[in-house]
């Protein structure tokens, strides 16, 4: 028989089956003489009863005997032989520690901080609704729905990923109790936001996988108070970033293992984006009428069409607002009425349309009256932005809840939040659609006036008409009863000037219906009195006044005005300031006649009212037509006389009133002093100047303004003394003879007027007489000297030597008997001995001497076709 070595031996011999089959069991003996020494025919676990019931054990399998050739050392029996597992206790004991330490780890990452970790990145919920439930008195039933999945791309930790992926997949399901989450604010002195009881919740938190979970909450609001600063913070804009902490307590279990209740803590950090905004809206509807129901005042409706990005849906209850403006300082706001909501009904991500009703029963005094160092109220400032384009912003104070069903706390809780809503603005520039200027009135300022203050301006009055073009919103009763203004003036995209209008003016006001594509407009018309003119580029003002003189057209201005109008409405009485407008003013020059021409200047009733050995004063009435449409106001104007480049005098102008058309008894002064302004040589130029004029020359002077034209405005002076104008000396209209018929012409009468009007020569007594036409309606001038020769056809007829005064009084009168030295033998008095009892035509010309008063002069006169009657 063989030996049991040799049996496993042969086993380990190439065979294609165990040998193992082959073998037969030892016997008794043999087994109760084993040594320490373990065969592969040894199981791992002693069966005892293989030798207390003596059987024969049934046969192995090929697999069993193959397991067990496996599992033993090497084969082998016999005495001192130890058993296997004695052996291998080392791997036996390590393969347990391993299983071991396996199921703590698994069971630490779960229950431990590994799992919070993955568990905190790796989790995902995506709402996709929220629904208000209802309101109750101590909170609201809030239903969420969302889809929860565990994304473990999202966690950082290579080692917390891989252990989680595997730990999740391992628990497959993960289920809460119900529990308690409460949301605080650390950085506002860990102040509750709110609780909301969870119920329980079974998701699936193998990764990748999504579970859809809905359920309703009671959500309990926190502290109204620090919810409130909280809110306050984020609504003025100032809240840069927001730290929440959420803490409960989460009983969690995973299938029949309950992991037990767990501590969960969890901060996060919002800030920029994170942070919601405010959503946008947009007013799709705007309607401002009386008020209605009994009430007064005005009332509006709006349309709000709100951004709804959210999946949120929660019916909301009737709200009551106050509205509100910017005061004086920045920190205070005005009231100006309320507005009510009715209830809202929010849908998912859906826009909400929001409709309003506004009313506001009167203005209160700290709204339309100007703030300290302004000249704006604050409902102008509002009013203006807007005109301007501008944001305008108005100030919801919260809450009112007319529904007396609203549960307490929310009304605690929204009291006293203040929202800004910015309106965006709307540009107004067509709001005024046009601004024009008539009948307008020029003066300029008076001598007395200071310069460089606003009464040295030159003033203009004028009709102001504006058509006002009303938003079609606007649907209530306006009336314009004052206005004014403040205008900018250009010239061809320049600024000339500024026209000051900024003291309250009567007006009235006609409104005009809508009429085809044309909105309604409301006519505003105002008489304006004394506007002060500055201006400012004396260069472009020349190019004006160049235009207007030289040009062959008139010359258009623009302004560009701020408007301030004082309105009646249903609410009361109020200003609206700051309204721009924009205009044209056309300032037309005569029609196609000359420029002097047009003005038909005629000068009568001269006189002279103060006299000086050098100079006179001379008043005279001025005839004239004012071909433009404005008419002008000149306290004083000062002009000087030139002739051939040589100031002679002075033209003046005090308190004139000019009109358009016709002008008639204009009275003007003109101070000639030659010697004064120009000495010797202005003496010599205006005796001969004197001379060609009183002889019917054609005379003519130059008008150039100077320094002290406008003396209030010396710079303007100085600007038109640029500007000469030199025109023809007026004719001087004489007194007609009282005994001549008025409708017969005189046929010797040329246009013009003489000095001497006749002449009677006396042949015997050598003597002459003469009729003289003087232009003076008061004053009596006197001829001191007379040397003057008479031509008949260019011959000499006789000579005056005369030095004895005599004078000439107003009007027509004639003079004593003139001693004449005939010349005989000349063909000139030829001709006069014929015309005995006729009449022949003389020419004369004299040096006379002439006074005045006080004042001297020696000028000389020449005289063409005098009628000279010839007597004995």
Request: charged share 20%; with cysteine; net charge neutral.
């Amino acid at each position: 028989m063989e030996s049991p070595q040799e049996q496993w031996a042969s086993t380990r011999a190439p065979s294609s089956r165990p040998a193992s089959h082959k073998s037969t069991r030892s016997s008794p003996s043999a087994r109760s003489q084993q040594s320490s020494r373990t065969t592969e025919q040894t199981p791992l676990l002693a069966r005892d009863d293989r030798s207390d019931d003596g059987r024969e054990e049934e046969p192995r399998t090929p697999a069993t005997t193959s397991l067990l050739r496996t599992l033993s050392g090497s084969s082998g029996s016999g005495k001192g032989k130890t058993p296997i597992w004695k052996k291998r206790w080392p791997s036996i004991l390590a393969l347990a520690i391993l299983c071991v330490v396996v199921v703590m780890i698994m069971l630490g990452f779960l229950a431990s901080e590994g799992i919070e970790e993955y568990a905190m990145q790796a989790a995902d919920f995506r709402p996709t609704k929220l629904a208000l439930d209802g309101l109750v008195d101590q909170g609201a039933n809030v239903h969420v729905e969302g889809d929860f999945t565990m994304d473990a791309s999202k966690v950082k930790k290579t080692s917390v990923r891989n252990i989680g992926r595997f730990g999740t997949w391992i628990a497959r399901e993960a289920e809460t109790g119900a529990f308690d989450a409460h949301v605080y604010l650390p950085e506002y002195g860990n102040v509750l936001v709110g609780t909301a009881k969870i119920p329980s919740i079974k998701v699936n938190i193998r990764n990748g996988h999504t579970t859809h979970i809905s359920f309703i909450t009671s959500v309990q609001p926190g502290s109204p108070e620090g919810i409130r600063n909280v809110a306050n913070e984020w609504i003025e804009g100032r809240l840069g970033q927001i730290r929440v902490k959420g803490k409960a307590e989460v009983p969690v279990k995973s299938g029949l293992i309950n992991i037990g209740k767990q501590l969960v803590e969890h901060s996060m950090v919002l800030k920029g984006g994170d942070v919601p905004a405010l959503p946008h809206y947009n007013i799709t509807k705007l309607n401002i009428r009386e008020a209605e129901g009994g009430r007064k005042g005005m009332g509006a409706d709006a349309t709000i069409v709100v951004q709804n990005d959210f999946p949120v849906e929660i019916t909301l209850p009737s709200v009551a607002v106050d509205v509100l403006v910017d005061g004086c300082s920045s920190d205070k706001q005005v009231f100006v009425g309320t507005a009510e909501t009715s209830q809202l009904e929010i849908k998912a991500k859906s826009d909400l349309q929001v409709n309003v009703t506004g009313n506001v029963d009167h203005l209160s005094e700290s709204l339309t009256e100007a703030c300290p160092n302004s000249a704006k109220s604050p409902l102008d400032a509002f009013i203006g932005d807007y005109m301007k384009g501008e944001d305008a912003t108005i100030y919801i104070n919260c809450c009112t809840f007319p529904d007396p069903d609203t549960p307490g706390w929310a009304r605690e809780l929204l009291k006293g939040i203040q929202v800004p809503v910015p309106v965006a603005g709307k540009q107004m520039g067509s709001l005024i659609k046009n601004f024009t200027m008539a009948d307008m009135h020029f003066a300029l300022p008076s001598p007395w006036a200071e310069p460089g203050t606003p009464e040295a301006s030159p003033t203009i009055s004028a009709v102001i008409v504006v058509d006002v073009g009303l938003p079609h919103e606007m649907n209530f009763p306006l009336d314009v009863n004052q206005v004014k203004a403040d205008a900018d003036i250009f010239y061809k995209g320049k600024k000339l000037g500024k026209m000051d209008m900024s003291k309250w003016q009567k007006a009235n006001s006609t409104r005009i219906e809508a009429h085809g594509k044309e909105g309604p407009s409301l006519l505003v018309q105002s008489d304006i009195r004394k506007a002060p003119i500055e201006i400012l580029d004396d260069d472009l003002f020349s190019e004006v006044v160049q235009a207007l003189i030289f040009g062959g057209k008139g010359v258009m201005l623009d302004m560009e005005a701020t408007v301030s109008v004082g309105v009646k409405t249903p609410m009361g009485k109020f200003a609206i300031r700051g309204i721009p407008a924009k205009g044209s003013v056309p300032v037309k020059r005569s029609d196609g006649k000359s420029r002097f021409d047009a003005l038909n200047v005629a000068v009568g009733n001269l006189s002279i009212v103060e006299t000086t050995p050098t100079s006179m004063t001379l008043q005279v009435h001025v005839n004239m037509t004012n071909p433009t449409n404005y008419s002008a106001t000149v306290p004083f104007f000062s002009i000087n006389i030139i002739v051939n480049g040589t100031v002679l005098g002075q033209a003046l102008i005090k308190d004139m009133n000019v009109k358009p058309g016709n002008n008639t008894n204009l009275i003007a002064t003109a101070l000639w002093d030659p010697y004064t302004n120009s000495g010797a040589k202005g003496k010599e130029v205006g005796a001969e100047m004197l001379s060609q004029y009183i002889s019917g020359f054609n005379t003519s002077i130059t008008l150039q303004a100077h320094n002290g034209t406008i003396p209030a405005q010396p710079g303007l002076g100085n600007l038109m003394s640029k500007y000469p104008i030199t025109l023809p000396a007026p004719h001087l209209s004489h007194p007609k003879d009282p005994n001549a018929d008025p409708t017969e012409p005189d046929p010797d009468d040329d246009g013009r007027e003489h000095f001497i009007k006749s002449a009677t020569m006396h042949i015997i007594s050598s003597t002459a007489t003469f009729t003289l036409n003087s232009p003076f309606q008061r004053t009596t001038m006197f001829i001191t000297h007379m040397n003057a020769t008479a031509y008949y056809e260019e011959h000499p007829a006789g000579v005056i030597l005369y030095d004895l005064p005599f004078a000439v009084p107003p009007g027509l009168s004639e003079s004593p008997r003139i001693p004449v030295d005939w010349s005989g033998s000349s063909i000139g008095f030829g001709a006069i001995k014929k015309a005995l009892g006729g009449q022949l035509k003389l020419t004369a010309f004299a040096h006379v001497g002439v006074r005045i008063g006080e004042w001297n002069e020696k000028i000389w006169f020449q005289g063409g076709k005098i009628g000279a009657n010839v007597r004995f």
